[in-house]
């Protein structure tokens, strides 16, 4: 019965610190996500770029098609949106943040872009990785719904 009891009381507390841990990847995903809105809301695309992996194997994947690389998507967004016009201000809507093993983490949602040469909406899937101890967007799938 001892045993039992000891082997509950583990499941119980290793269940406990998973919740724990998800919990607190999520609340982290959120804090740079919410950084990168307000980044572009301060038309910084620079610091809006940082949280994403500055890497040759981050993927952009919009209307235009798969993009490659980290300074081809700064490059993509500064095609896209030339002026502080252009950026608006941006809002998004969290519809779904999931772990796909430790480490990594999905999200999808929405994002509203506010502006005077013309308000647009969409959906982007995100995949994020823990890397060196940071949150970083590996993957970004983004698509206007208007």
Same mark, same amino acid.
């Given at each position: 019965?001892?045993?039992?009891?000891? !082997?509950? !009381?583990?499941?119980? #507390?290793?269940?406990?610190?998973?919740?724990?841990?998800?919990?607190?990847?999520?609340?982290?995903?959120?804090?740079?996500?919410?950084?990168? @809105?307000?980044?572009?809301?301060?038309?910084?695309?620079?610091?809006? *770029?940082?949280?994403?992996?500055?890497?040759?194997?981050?993927?952009?994947?919009?209307?235009?098609?798969?993009? @490659?690389?980290?300074?081809? #998507?700064?490059?993509?967004?500064?095609?896209?949106?030339?002026?502080?016009?252009?950026?608006? @201000? !941006?809002?998004?809507?969290?519809?779904?943040?999931?772990?796909?093993?430790?480490?990594?983490?999905?999200?999808?949602?929405?994002?509203?872009?506010?502006?005077?040469?013309?308000?647009?909406?969409?959906?982007? *899937?995100?995949?994020?990785?823990?890397?060196?101890?940071?949150? @970083?967007?590996?993957?970004?799938?983004?698509?206007?719904?208007?």
């Amino acid at each position: 019965m001892k045993k039992v009891l000891i !082997l509950f !009381l583990f499941i119980a #507390t290793y269940s406990f610190a998973q919740e724990t841990n998800i919990a607190d990847d999520k609340k982290a995903i959120i804090t740079l996500l919410t950084a990168q @809105k307000d980044a572009w809301n301060n038309y910084d695309i620079e610091t809006f *770029m940082e949280g994403y992996w500055k890497s040759e194997e981050l993927k952009f994947y919009g209307a235009g098609g798969v993009i @490659k690389g980290w300074q081809s #998507t700064l490059e993509r967004y500064k095609k896209s949106y030339p002026t502080k016009e252009h950026f608006g @201000k !941006l809002r998004f809507v969290f519809n779904d943040i999931s772990k796909i093993n430790d480490g990594a983490y999905s999200v999808m949602g929405e994002y509203h872009l506010t502006r005077k040469v013309g308000n647009t909406n969409g959906i982007f *899937m995100l995949i994020l990785k823990q890397i060196n101890g940071e949150w @970083k967007v590996i993957a970004d799938t983004s698509a206007k719904v208007n």
